[in-house]
């Protein structure tokens, strides 16, 4: 044996080596996909638009307020991404587009409608970035709430290339209905004064007003004390919100009912304070996703950072609605686009049959590689068991996902390796009709096959690449094997196999033209 | 152990032939397609409801059926995995109107549990919306254009375009014939089958490109040889590597049909169909499109030169 070829067996064994040590333990180093180890993925669309009228609600209501600071009564109408404004007298105009301005040019165009009218549209970038943002928060509120779930190894990410779409994966996951409620509940808590209700007939509830929800007032749904249906008329401002929660826990009422028992940050007291000593005697709404929970009667004036939410609530009830309380409302509603779940027995029937068929296409090959091409098949062999082996290692290095269309492509990684092998020996075949010695027929073959396994490796690596593009989940693991596998198998059936070819050959005088193919 | 030894088959001869049958096949396919009011999408496509239920006890498709009551109608009941496995697979389209993404995946729960078929678990559950249908298939036709765009491409820089054509007419072939063939059978199309579709692409053009690497290495080597003549020799050179390969690979795909389960059978079939077809197509699609294109009989001396600088560099 020459050195060179001491140095290409020592080049093999530490790739080999390498790869081995990449991937072993086995089970730690190779992640499983949702299709082997079952549990549930979830596309999720949010509703932005949602984020954009609550972004329009809350601009017009602070204009109007610091319109009203300054002795200025105007209307306001807030819609998606724009709010008009009506009524500014005329003889305060200047002072309004003054107020207008520092309120509002950051974010909207103003447009004069004349007669005291403005329109305020929101600009393009702000629209995009209020939209952008939605995502992101409701994002990281889903992380929130699934690590207070327990789940392992979860995925949340932006999904699709539509902008408003979320992917969650919980692997292993038993409850199913109960994460994909808590994952989407809004959770948006509010108290708010009531001013009519309970009363079970909406149109009795707005006589006082003349059938008509008066400006600053909502009529919201919920429960009398009795549990039975009905509405309130509430205001519309909210006294105290969500967003000034510390921390909620379930506990118990004073009758030994499950209840949610809430800490109030410092902003959040003074707030409460501040509403429950000018209402005292009547009666605040707590309403969660626009529902009311309960409306118990102010004694006094709360200035305490501890309070509870009664309603009729189970156990579950209460430690789900605690659980989302904590980790915060969604800035956007949440619609289900796509549901897969895998139970965990079905994931391993997979693995069973992803391992059966890549081992029975491994022997099949094999023992018609021996069969055609005699000692040449076990060359065949070796590059293909290696290319298999290098590639595992390969995946297990980039934290490639395992799928079950990834064991596929394990499969399909064996019959390219027998492709290449093929085009290699049917070459070498021919080379040696030509009444050359064998080692020269190697050579001339190796040398001549490598353009084509080039330019046919490329195509498929452009299918591969396009797949892995287009792919989700389970396709990704399939493109992710196919790419891999080819880029491996240039190194096994180039490299490898004609290493063994020339240790064979080391061993033969020098012009022989005995070659076992 | 050889198959041929020294080939010499006419198969240019046979192009003409090769095509009518080729065109027969895709026609009558597309006689089927339109008939049954399109392919046949399955719900990662169109949008729609699939569970896949574990029985404790031996079950058959009516009684899951019957007790499907009024859904039955719009929905495909078939056995999933072997007999003694007591799996059942039921499909239904999107619910008109109804609240919740899942509200039909849980009245088909309901009805199952109400109607008296036994014990179950559900093992399998996929969801897909109208939205996220129609964003799959547009990224399925888009990834499989693009995928067929660069690989015609590079084809075109390494050979000259004509071949380049060449190749992508028989990758079409081998798609159409393959969906032609899913039609038949009664697979639907998945994401999985778009997968097996687009690794047919790749290995359509493989089995491709290595005849036209021998076409060119033959060029060069007889300069006044007709291109009809040198297409046919590097054919039959070729061969032997073209079954072989073949056959090893439908060996492997043969394994995932037949072990693979049922999550995979239709990724399975389409290989198998894909590979038939590729290796069909490359015999005689491929070369007759590109000798079409190349103007009869013409030696192209220029493309000889362009290919020999290419090889080298």
């Known amino acids: ?517 | 152990m050889r198959i041929f030894d020294n080939p010499n088959f006419d198969f240019i001869r046979w192009r003409w032939h090769a095509l009518a049958l080729s065109v027969l096949i895709i026609l009558a396919g597309l006689a089927t397609v339109v008939a049954r009011g399109g392919l046949p999408l399955g719900v990662d496509f169109t949008g729609g409801t699939v569970v896949v239920l574990q029985f404790n006890q031996p079950v058959n498709e009516d009684a899951v059926r019957n007790a499907l009551g009024s859904r039955a109608a719009d929905a495909v009941v078939q056995r999933f995995g072997a007999v003694e496995q007591n799996q059942m697979m039921i499909r239904l389209p999107l619910g008109a109107g109804e609240a919740s993404l899942d509200a039909v995946s849980t009245a088909v729960e309901q009805s199952l549990r109400a109607g008296g078929v036994g014990e179950f678990t559900v093992i399998n559950r996929d969801v897909v919306s109208a939205t996220i249908g129609s964003d799959l298939r547009g990224k399925a036709i888009w990834a499989t254009i693009t995928a067929i765009g660069g690989i015609l491409a590079y084809i075109a820089f390494r050979f000259r375009f004509s071949f380049a054509i060449g190749a992508v007419a028989a990758t079409f072939h081998d798609i159409l014939v393959t969906l032609v063939f899913l039609t038949w059978f009664g697979y639907d199309l998945s994401l999985n089958v778009v997968a097996a579709i687009l690794t047919i692409a790749g290995y359509s053009v493989n089995d491709t490109v290595v005849v036209f690497d021998r076409v060119r290495e033959t060029q060069r080597l007889a300069r006044k040889e007709g291109l009809e003549s040198v297409v046919n020799r590097a054919v039959n050179q070729t061969l032997s590597r073209t079954v072989i390969t073949a056959g090893t690979t439908l060996l492997a795909v043969i394994a995932l049909f037949l072990f693979g389960g049922d999550v995979l059978r239709g990724f399975a079939f389409t290989m198998i169909v894909g590979i038939i077809a590729g290796t069909y197509s490359t015999v005689f699609i491929a070369s007759a499109v590109a000798i079409l294109l190349s103007g009869r009989s013409a030696v192209a001396p220029a493309a000889q030169v362009d290919g020999r600088r290419r090889a080298k560099a």
């Open chain 1, 1 to 517: 044996m020459t050195n060179n070829l001491y140095i290409k067996l020592g080049a093999i064994a530490a790739v080999t080596a390498l790869a081995v040590l990449a991937f072993t333990p086995l089970s730690e180093k190779v992640s499983l996909g949702l299709d082997l180890k079952g549990g549930v993925h979830l596309v999720l669309g949010v509703q932005t638009d949602d984020a954009l009228r609550l972004e329009s609600e809350t601009t017009s209501e602070q204009l109007k307020q610091a319109a009203a600071d300054q002795g200025i009564t105007i209307t306001t109408a807030p819609a998606l991404t724009e709010f008009s404004v009506t009524g500014v007298p005329s003889d305060r105009d200047q002072q309004f587009r003054a107020l207008a301005d520092s309120a509002t040019s950051l974010s909207y165009d103003r447009t004069s409608g004349g007669n005291g009218s403005y329109t305020f549209t929101m600009r393009p970038n702000v629209v995009v970035q209020t939209r952008s943002e939605a995502v992101t928060q409701a994002i990281q509120t889903i992380e929130r709430r699934v690590n207070e779930l327990g789940v392992a190894e979860p995925n949340i990410a932006e999904y699709g290339n539509s902008g408003d779409q979320i992917m969650v994966q919980l692997p292993g996951l038993q409850d199913v209905a109960r994460a994909k409620q808590i994952i989407r509940s809004t959770a948006i808590l509010e108290w708010k004064l009531v001013e009519a209700g309970p009363l079970s007939d909406r149109a009795a509830l707005l006589q006082p007003h003349g059938g008509t929800v008066p400006a600053e007032m909502e009529v919201v749904p919920g429960v009398d004390d009795s549990g039975v249906p009905a509405f309130y008329l509430l205001r519309r401002i909210a006294a105290v919100t969500g967003r000034d929660l510390r921390n909620a826990r379930p506990t118990v009422d004073e009758y030994n009912t499950p209840a949610v028992s809430f800490t109030l940050n410092s902003e959040g007291v003074s707030k409460f304070s501040r509403a429950t000593a000018a209402s005292v005697g009547r009666q605040m709404a707590i309403v969660l996703d626009g529902r009311v929970q309960s409306a118990p009667v102010i004694e006094s004036a709360i200035t305490t950072a501890e309070a509870r939410i009664t309603g009729r609530f189970t156990q579950q009830e209460v430690r789900d609605l605690s659980l989302v309380l904590r980790s915060g409302a969604l800035p956007a509603s949440l619609t289900y686009l796509e549901e897969r779940e895998v139970g965990p027995s079905l994931g391993a029937d997979s693995i069973r049959a992803g391992v059966t068929s890549s081992i029975a296409g491994l022997a099949m090959v094999t023992m018609f590689m021996l069969l055609y091409y005699r000692l040449a098949g076990l060359n065949a062999f070796v590059s293909i068991v290696l290319n298999l082996v290098i590639l595992l290692g390969f995946m297990a290095y980039l934290g490639a996902v395992m799928t079950l269309p990834g064991i596929a492509g394990f499969v399909l990684t064996i019959a390219m390796g027998v492709d290449s092998n093929v085009l290699i020996f049917e070459r070498i075949r021919e080379e040696l009709t030509g009444s050359r010695s064998a080692k020269q027929a190697v050579t001339a073959a190796f040398n001549r096959v490598l353009i084509t396994i080039i330019d046919t490796h490329v195509c498929s690596l452009i299918a591969a690449a396009f797949l892995f593009q287009f792919g989700t989940g389970p396709i990704r693991g399939f493109a992710t094997t196919l790419f891999f596998g080819l880029v491996t198998n240039v190194f096994t059936a180039v490299f490898v196999s004609r290493t063994i070819f020339e240790l064979i050959l080391s061993r033969r005088p020098v012009g022989s033209a005995r070659l076992s193919i």
